[in-house]
Structure formats: structure tokens, C-alpha cells
């Protein structure tokens, strides 16, 4: 038998992402066959080129020649008629504006986005700031106009937005991945399997590991489960997340997967493989939610704790990675699981995986080593939610021991443990940034967050680390429940300090399914909450001090200035682009990073 791993979109295509090549290495480790197949970088290659977006503009125009909308299968036209009549409506409204303001500049971005492409594919263009960011802008222009025929639903380099008129319950997903008129990837996805021999494949497992993957990750499942004979297992950190309302719909079994896996999948992929191939029995399989065959839905026991040093190395052979936006690779490692703090109230990036653990540090260097030799890169990003400052100085001593040459970042907590003499060693050893959680200026705020860390060395931390050579990317919470105006702008004043804050990246509070603040809801101010779908993470909530809208409006407001302010600076703001960061940061050096002002942008129009 063979299996096949695979991502799909919607995710930033920058680099390879790990899930599918650690259990391919894993699945290869145990004796089975198996591919990994990256559907997301394939499809942003394939709209971003002159072609596709001549033909989204035309689509886009023969829409607003003949507003309407309707259901392709009449029997969704009781329940979703009148729907997609809003939709057509709304969609004609940003047809109308797009083409009344930007009919001249669609012809110039259509031609000039393969350009563009290969700009940030190519090292010379790349590492000019001038041409780099302006093929950016570029890209995102084309993007706009890809997403005219699908509006109001977008899609962008580092999010797709969906339908915003129709919601995450499952009902209305179900309705998009089986309706053309409102979704992009249902076309894209039959066009791509046609062209596709999957034949060979036993089973066929899906990463879904967010919100913006769940509309094209489940539309690709649908199509696989009626074009292939092979198994569809999900799995991914968002399924996880989603499966107690998962398991209650046996639509999901019937229409869309056989298998959900619940949890890590290092042993979970395999013990699937082996019940596939007939030497384990179903019950036995670890972490797995199927239906039996009378259509009862069973969950089998959890995963065992895995040894981390025993996991297999992640296989990328089968990645082309020529075919990802970027001049350089950088590969993604895991050096442990879970977070060792594991008590903000705020988070749930642990969910779903076990109890924190770490690779031995021999192990762990041994693993980057290796991949670096094989994959002739030294650029890592280490994909772990918090890495204790003892185990990244023994790290860093093991890489300057062995004098390898790498340059990694990662997330990490402002812990005093990070010394100046621990930021230095790492700085020798390859970190040039690390992804600091600062949050909130507030100490208030701060103690409702429960980040458990003295909030008096922060500033000195990041001090020191500037004075180690490294850079600061620090990620803020802004609009917490109950966070007053004074407490809101003595964060964005730390957001201006750019001697301490040479990133940001500004995030909204939402309420989590599995945060912690769930159960504590009233220590936030947060009177009531809601579900936003069952396939939606986070609440609907209710404040006694503050609303949902007013905190989108006061995040919102404050980025718009912030980007104006600091347009010409190379990566004062960002979410996803931190690869490019790296690669810029080992390319140049801190100091050509922080001083550079893109002369194409003070040009642009404020």
C-alpha cells in the first residue's frame, strides 16, 4: 500500500510546512511507501500568473453584465435562494467599485505578475528591497483581482476570508463546498484532479491546521472521497480543535472523510497504515474517530506519550522547492512538543497535543545537522509554542561545538533565564530574531492573561537582546476585555518604541473554544458568550466593558496609522513573513535591515 500527505490551501507559501513531512518520515520509518503533495504552493502558482487573472478579470466582467446568482443543485434553493441573492448583490456593489477605480491598473497587474513572481523566487531580485517589495504589492494587487469573481469571500497571500454571508456552521460549509458560485477552490480543485493519477493511493491524509484552511481543505476532501478509492483521514491542530463538534455529524463520515485524526499523528498515521494493510485491527488504532459499520461514531484510546527522540528525521524529498515564493528555503523543525508554561488564558495554541516534552539536545542538533546537509539550507524555523531558555543555550553550545553554520528563529517567552550571556551564545549559534509574546503594556492586564512572567524584566530582556545583535519581532493582544483606552495606548506606545520593537504583529483578542478564559470568563469582563459555528474556534462574546466591534474598530484604526507610519521601514508590521525576515536578517545583517527605507514606498501616495 502507499499513502500520500498532503496540505492544502489556504497558507503562506513561502516554505514547506512540517506536518506532511514528518509523517511521511515517520510512515517511511515503519516500512510503508509513502508521497507528500502540497496542494496550497500548487495553487498559488497557478492563479498567480497572467493567464488566471486575465481570466478572473473577464469572469469578473461577465458577472456584472448578469448579476445573478443562483443554486447550482436546486434542492439548496428553499434554504440558500435568498442568500445567494445577497451575495450577488453584494458582489456586484465591490464590482462596481473595483472596476469605477482600478480598471487601468488591472491591466498593468495582470501583466506584470509572472514577473513578479519570479522576483521573489530569484536570489538577485530578491535580496533588493526595492523590487522584492514592490512585486509584493504586486502579488496582492493580483490577488485582489482573483478574488472579484468569488466576492465577497477573498483571498490573500496569508488568509482566505471566507463568505463573511455565510457562517461556520456546518451547514452553510457543507453548502460552499458543493456550490461553485461561492467558492473559489470547488472550479480550481476539480481542474487539479483531472489532471492528478491518484490511483496508486491506499489512503490519503489532509492537514488542516486553520481557520482559512477548513472551506478548501473540506471541498478537496469531498472531491477526493468521490473521485479516489482511497481512505480520506483529516488531521491537523483545527480538526483537533473542531472534532467534539466534528464527531456529532455523520455528514462528515459519509460525505467527506472516513478517519478524523484527534491529536499528534507520529504513531496515530502509522497504526492506520498498518489496520489498512491488515495487521492491526481498527480498535487499535490510537487517536482515531470514524464510523462503524453500522454508522456509529467511534473514538478510539488517545496516542501514547511519544518519545521524542525516537520520531523519525521529516522527509521533503518529494518538495520542488523552486516552487515556493522565496529564494530560499527555510525548514521547519520541531524541537519538542506543548508549551512549558501552558497557562495563559488567552491560548490555545497546545491544544491537542501532549503534555510538554523536549528531544534531547544531541538529538535536536543532530536533526538540523542532518537536514541542513541534505537539503543544502542553512535557515530553519524552530515550530515549537515556547523552548525553555536552558534547552536554547545547551543548544546553542551544541551548534557552536560542532561550528555548524545555520540561522534559525523561533517563539519564545520573555523569560529572565534569557541573560545576556544566553542571547549572545544563541546569536553565535545562528538566532537572529525571536517572536517575543509581550502582549500588553498593562500589568493588569498582563495578570488576567496569566502569562507568568516577571513584567518588570521585559524591557531589559528585550534590551539585551538588541545588545546581543538580535532582532525583536514581539506579538501584542490588543483590545483584551475590560483593557481600558489608557491601558490600549501605553501598549501601541510600546509598539512605536522601535529601538526595543523591531517587529510587531498585532493581533485581536478572540475567545477560544479551548482557551483556559473559557471557564474563567468573568475575570475578563465577558458576561456571555456563544458558538460561531461548529467549525469555528472561537466564541461570539459579550462584555460588560467592551464589544467585539468596538475592539475590531480601535485594532483596526490603530494599524491603518501604524502602516502609514512606518511604510518605508522593511518589516515593522508583519504576520506571516517571517522567513523573509530571516533571510534578509542572515543576508545583511540587523543594522542594513533596521536603517533601510524603501524608496518605492515613500513614491506611493499616502
Known amino acids: 500500500m502507499k499513502i500520500l500527505y498532503a496540505s492544502v490551501p489556504q497558507w503562506y507559501p513561502v516554505s514547506p510546512y512540517l506536518a506532511c513531512a514528518l509523517l511521511r518520515g515517520q510512515a517511511e520509518a515503519a516500512g510503508f511507501a509513502a508521497d507528500t ?133 456546518f451547514a452553510d460549509v457543507d453548502f460552499q463546498c458543493r456550490e461553485p458560485g461561492v467558492n473559489m477552490f470547488l472550479p480550481y480543485f476539480e481542474r487539479k484532479l483531472d489532471e492528478m493519477d491518484l490511483s496508486a493511493y491506499t489512503l490519503i491524509g489532509l492537514s488542516i491546521t486553520d481557520l482559512s484552511q477548513i472551506v478548501p481543505g473540506l471541498t478537496l476532501a469531498r472531491l477526493l472521497k468521490q473521485r479516489t478509492d482511497a481512505k480520506i483521514c483529516l488531521g491537523g491542530n483545527y480538526i483537533f480543535k473542531v472534532s467534539p463538534d466534528l464527531k456529532k455529524i455523520p455528514a462528515v463520515f459519509r460525505d467527506y472523510c472516513d478517519y478524523l485524526l484527534v491529536g499528534d499523528g507520529e504513531v496515530t498515521s502509522v497504526q492506520l497504515a498498518q489496520y489498512l494493510a491488515g495487521t492491526r485491527a481498527v480498535g487499535d488504532v490510537c487517536a482515531l474517530v470514524y464510523a462503524d459499520e453500522n454508522g456509529n461514531i467511534r473514538e478510539n484510546a488517545p496516542a501514547p506519550l511519544l518519545k521524542l527522540d525516537t520520531v523519525a528525521y521529516p522527509d521533503f524529498d518529494s518538495y520542488d522547492f523552486s516552487k515556493y515564493f522565496s529564494a530560499d528555503t527555510v525548514l521547519p523543525v520541531q524541537l519538542g512538543k506543548g508549551c512549558y508554561w501552558g497557562k495563559c488564558t488567552f491560548c490555545d495554541f497546545y491544544t491537542g497535543q501532549q503534555k510538554f516534552d523536549m528531544k534531547s539536545v544531541v538529538r535536536a542538533v543532530d536533526e538540523v545537522q542532518y537536514l541542513s546537509e541534505k537539503y543544502r539550507t542553512p535557515y530553519f524555523t524552530f515550530v515549537d509554542e515556547a523552548v525553555p531558555p536552558a534547552f536554547y543555550h545547551a543548544f546553542a553550545k551544541e551548534v557552536l561545538r560542532r561550528k555548524l553554520t545555520i540561522y534559525f528563529y523561533s517563539f519564545a517567552r520573555l523569560e529572565k533565564a534569557f541573560t545576556p550571556e544566553v542571547l549572545c551564545d544563541l546569536y553565535a549559534a545562528g538566532a537572529r530574531f525571536f517572536m ?171
Open 37 to 169: 503533495y502540497d496542494f496550497n504552493v500548487e495553487f498559488f502558482n497557478d492563479i498567480l500568473s497572467e493567464r488566471f487573472v486575465r481570466e478572473s478579470l473577464e469572469r469578473a466582467r461577465q458577472f456584472l453584465a448578469s448579476p445573478v446568482l443562483s443554486c447550482t443543485d436546486p434542492s439548496d434553493a428553499e434554504k440558500y435562494g435568498a442568500k445567494m441573492s445577497q451575495i450577488a448583490a453584494e458582489r456586484q456593489k465591490i464590482l462596481s467599485e473595483y472596476f469605477a477605480g482600478s480598471a487601468g491598473s488591472a491591466e498593468q497587474t495582470a501583466a506584470e505578475v509572472d514577473r513578479a513572481v519570479q522576483t521573489v523566487k530569484t536570489r538577485d531580485s530578491f535580496y533588493d528591497p526595492e523590487q522584492l517589495f514592490r512585486a509584493k504589492d504586486v502579488i496582492d494587487a493580483a490577488l485582489d483581482i482573483v478574488s472579484l469573481p468569488l466576492a465577497p469571500a477573498r483571498i490573500r497571500m496569508d488568509n482566505y476570508i471566507a463568505n463573511p454571508l455565510l457562517t461556520y456552521d
Open 436 to 606: 517575543w509574546g509581550y502582549e500588553a503594556a498593562s500589568e493588569r492586564v498582563m495578570c488576567l492573561m496569566n502569562k507568568g512572567i516577571d513584567l518588570g524584566s521585559r524591557r531589559q530582556i528585550l534590551s539585551d537582546a538588541v545588545d546581543a545583535g538580535l532582532w525583536n519581532l514581539c506579538t501584542f493582544l490588543l483590545c483584551y476585555p475590560s483593557e481600558t483606552p489608557e491601558e490600549l495606548q501605553a501598549t501601541i506606545d510600546m509598539i512605536y518604541d522601535h529601538e526595543l520593537v523591531n517587529t510587531c504583529t498585532p493581533s485581536n483578542f478572540a475567545l477560544k473554544k479551548n482557551a483556559i478564559l473559557k471557564d474563567r470568563a468573568e475575570e475578563a469582563s465577558i458576561t456571555d458568550f456563544e458558538a460561531n459555528g461548529e467549525l469555528h474556534i472561537s466564541y461570539k462574546y459579550h462584555s460588560s466593558v467592551t464589544t467585539m466591534e468596538e475592539i475590531k474598530r480601535k485594532r483596526n484604526a490603530f494599524e491603518r496609522q501604524y502602516l502609514i507610519d512606518t511604510a518605508d521601514r522593511l518589516w515593522a508590521h508583519t504576520f506571516t513573513e517571517s522567513d523573509y525576515l530571516l533571510l534578509y536578517l542572515a543576508h545583511y545583517g540587523r543594522d542594513y535591515v533596521k536603517q533601510y527605507r524603501l524608496q518605492y514606498k515613500r513614491r506611493l501616495p499616502v
